[in-house]
Structure formats: C-alpha cells, structure tokens
C-alpha cells in the first residue's frame, strides 16, 4: 500500500448521473493505480436537501458499479462536533466574522468585504460567519490540469446563517480526518479548492493534492447535475454505462458494454502519471454528450 487515500464525496440530493459516476469511476482507478485505499464519503450535511433514501441508492448504485471501498463509509452528520472544534479553532485564531449582509444586497462575484470590519469582534448566533482570506491563494497545482489560476473568492461562508456548516468547511475538516492523500474531482469544484486548502493549512492539517477533470454537459452545454435534474444512471446496465463513459475520454475504440469495465481498469494501469488523462483533461473543457 502506498501513502496514497482517495475519495468520492457526493451529496445525498439525489441518485448519481452520469457525471457522478464519472467523478466516482476516476477517483476510484486513480487510488488503485497508485495502489491506494478509496473511501465514499456521503455529503449529508443539509438535512433540508439531504434524505436517506438517495444515500441508500447511491450507494446500492457504487455497488452495481463494483466501486467498493477499502473502509467503511463516513458520513458527514456523524461529525458535527468536529466540524464545531475546527469552527472553534479558526475562531480562536482571528479568522472569522458575522456577515450582516443578504444574499440580495450584495453584488454577483467575490464577497466585497462589506462586513470584514467586523473581524475580531465576538461573533453573533444569528448571522453568517465569513472567513478572512488574505491569506488564500488561488492558485493550485492541478495533477490533472497543470498549473490552473481561480478567481479570488473574497471572504467565504463557513458557516450559514441556518446555523449549517458550510460545504468548504466540513469537506476540509473530512479530508483530514479520513486522512485523504488525493482528491480527484470534477472541474466544477475547482474555485473551491483554494478555500478548503486554506482552512487546512490554518488548522495545520496536512493538505491533500488535487486533481480536477472536465464536467460532462448536457447538448444544452450545461453541466449535469442533481439540480438541474440530470437522469440517473442505471445500475442495470453498468457496463453500457461504462462504455459511455470510455467515448467520453475518446478512448480510441469503445468497447463492448461488458467489456468496458475491464478496459477502464488496464487504461488506468497503462497510464504513465496519468499523462494522458491530463493530456485529455487540458484539451477539453467539458466532455459533451
Ligand atoms: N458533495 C459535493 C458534491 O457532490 C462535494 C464533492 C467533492 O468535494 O468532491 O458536489
């Protein structure tokens, strides 16, 4: 086994598609091309969103895919009181104030700072917290993509005004407790990278590296998502489901449906340092279907 963890986090907002199954089958083969462990790790946090029986579904579904983890499964509800430490912690280091402002009032783009003053002053039950990031920087070293440049994001939520720890938080302080080595995840979640990684390095939390692929979207060239109701993929037919997936990367020859499980396994393990993964990944944006 090589110092090597990789996960796959989804929401528990509904099945997977296509694009999760692609994030879910990548993270996987690069953990098992490095002879890494592989970990699932359901995104369960907003109980308004969030319901058992996706959770129930994606995983009978990961199961159909045969993606099955080296340890059990974590979930993010079970860790409330750690998300609260590392809120505390960051608190305690100066680094987060109440935001007075609504979503309306501020302009679309980076948080402008209107509340930033507020910084150092005890912080109020009722509203938002922010998180100072004049320390962030935006720029990550992609496995996947080569040196990428995000936007500044301005000071970000940790924790929502419902009381909820924000997504940024509680996925940095994951990846530390299930001490994650890689993430491989879809371009889409790459502006959030900066954030997470500076919540890790101002808890002194060992930080993962990071690898982002291009999102599958839709003929309308949007990205599939939950949200916008991309269908599920069906856990019948894994192998059709993975030779969709292989014409997506333009592999040169799509295989047969019952085939293409095998052939996703030895084109991760002919890869050399994934170099045609990221030759793939830098040409294209976006995988269309
Ligand atoms: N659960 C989130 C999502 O599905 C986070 C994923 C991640 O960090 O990989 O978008």
Excluded at 17 to 38: C, D, M, N, T, V
Excluded at 100 to 109: D, I, M, N, V
Excluded at 237 to 255: E, F, K, S, V
Aim: aromatic share 8%.
């Amino acid at each position: 086994m090589t110092d090597y963890r990789g996960r796959f986090a989804p929401s528990a907002t509904g099945p997977l598609h296509l694009g999760s199954i692609l994030a879910a089958l990548l993270s996987f083969l690069h953990a098992k091309h490095h002879r890494g462990e592989w970990l699932i790790r359901i995104d369960d946090l907003d109980q308004t969103r969030c319901k058992p029986i996706y959770t129930d579904e994606i995983l009978r579904c990961l199961e159909a895919f045969a993606l099955e983890p080296d340890v059990a499964v974590v979930y993010q509800q079970n860790r409330l009181a750690a998300y609260q430490a590392a809120f505390e912690d960051l608190m305690d280091l100066g680094l987060l104030y109440s935001c007075h402002c609504s979503r309306k009032s501020l302009p679309r783009g980076p948080y402008p700072g209107f509340c930033a003053h507020r910084l150092g002053q005890p912080l109020d039950e009722q509203w938002a917290v922010r998180m100072d990031t004049r320390d962030l920087d935006p720029s990550v070293d992609d496995l996947l993509l080569g040196a990428q440049h995000t936007e500044r994001p301005g000071d970000f939520i940790v924790k929502r005004r419902d009381g909820l720890f924000a997504y940024q938080l509680a996925c940095a302080v994951d990846e530390h407790l299930d001490q994650v080595t890689h993430v491989i995840r879809g371009k889409d979640l790459l502006e959030s990278t900066p954030m997470q990684r500076l919540i890790a390095s101002k808890l002194n939390y060992r930080r993962p590296s990071y690898g982002h692929f291009p999102v599958i979207v839709g003929q309308d060239g949007s990205k599939l998502s939950k949200q916008a109701f991309a269908k599920s993929v069906d856990w019948s037919a894994p192998g059709r489901t993975y030779a969709t997936l292989a014409r997506l990367l333009l592999l040169n020859d799509t295989p047969a449906p019952e085939e293409a499980a095998i052939v996703w396994r030895e084109y991760f393990q002919s890869l050399n340092h994934q170099e045609s993964l990221s030759r793939r990944a830098s040409r294209s944006n976006t995988f269309s279907i």
